[in-house]
């Protein structure tokens, strides 16, 4: 019996991301798989999205609201039950102590069992891409959030004056890496997976866009006796 089957049952995850639509290209359909499984799935998003358009004409103010209600709409779209914005500026995030707890804030208040982190390191094997740091520090924070601060009284006091107990996520998937170990079969799913992007009206246009979801999610299941994939780095924590 695997480490994996020995785990409780899952019943709560959590995503968290830097951007409105990261999750989607990241991992819409896994989560869209596990909420088909019957796992409440919950959003969060570490910045307000302000920095993702070229149009002269697109005020800050009313880009943040676009893809905020985009967001909501591509997470109703998976079954997703809430969506958190933290709003951190878009394009300045580091990891600070008031995002790790920010995030630890929301663990606590979700109490996920499984989540999904996106990755902490550059990569230097791609070409044609270069990580944002967004993503990074969105990542590294969200790890030093699961471990320890999210699972410890004693760091941020004040989040047990407000109200949230300390909580112990038991599974964290990290998206993005060049290690993984986790495959996970998106086949029933990928449309919904699909159908998510699209609602993200603002960054997601033309046919291109479905046919490079199907063919990276295909090249992803290469060898895993599946047609489209989604894969992770795992950690089960004790």
């Given at each position: 019996?695997?480490?994996?089957?020995?785990?409780?049952?899952?019943?709560?995850?959590?995503?968290?991301?830097?951007?409105?639509?990261?999750?989607?290209?990241?991992?819409?359909?896994?989560?869209?798989?596990?909420?088909?499984?019957?796992?409440?799935?919950?959003?969060?998003?570490?910045t307000d999205g302000s920095k993702g358009s070229s149009d002269p004409n697109v005020s800050y103010e009313q880009l943040i609201q676009t893809r905020r209600e985009e967001q909501l709409a591509a997470a109703?779209?998976?079954?997703v039950k809430e969506v958190e914005f933290l709003n951190?500026?878009?394009?300045?995030?580091?990891?600070?102590?008031?995002?790790?707890?920010?995030?630890?804030?929301?663990?606590r208040k979700y109490k996920p069992d499984r989540l999904i982190s996106m990755t902490s390191e550059r990569s230097?094997?791609?070409s044609g891409y270069i990580n944002h740091p967004d993503h990074l520090a969105t990542g590294d924070a969200t790890l030093a959030a699961v471990y320890p601060t999210a699972r410890d009284?004693?760091?941020?006091?004040?989040?047990?004056?407000?109200?949230?107990?300390?909580?112990?996520?038991?599974?964290?998937?990290?998206?993005?890496?060049?290690?993984?170990?986790?495959?996970?079969?998106?086949?029933?799913?990928?449309?919904?997976?699909?159908?998510a992007l699209y609602k993200h009206a603002s960054q997601v246009t033309g046919p291109d866009v479905q046919k490079w979801v199907r063919?990276?999610?295909?090249?992803?299941?290469?060898?895993?006796?599946m047609q489209y994939a989604e894969c992770f780095k795992v950690f089960y924590l004790r």
């Open positions: 019996m695997s480490q994996e089957d020995q785990q409780p049952e899952i019943k709560r995850g959590m995503v968290v991301f830097a951007h409105p639509d990261d999750a989607e290209f990241g991992c819409a359909g896994t989560v869209a798989k596990w909420v088909a499984e019957g796992i409440e799935m919950y959003y969060v998003v570490t109703h779209e998976l079954g951190h500026p878009d394009g300045y995030l580091q990891h600070t102590l008031e995002l790790r707890r920010d995030i630890a804030r929301a663990i230097f094997t791609i009284r004693m760091t941020f006091p004040e989040l047990i004056t407000e109200g949230y107990e300390p909580h112990k996520v038991r599974e964290v998937y990290v998206t993005g890496t060049e290690t993984p170990d986790c495959w996970i079969d998106i086949t029933d799913s990928i449309e919904k997976k699909i159908a063919e990276r999610a295909a090249q992803t299941a290469e060898g895993k006796e």
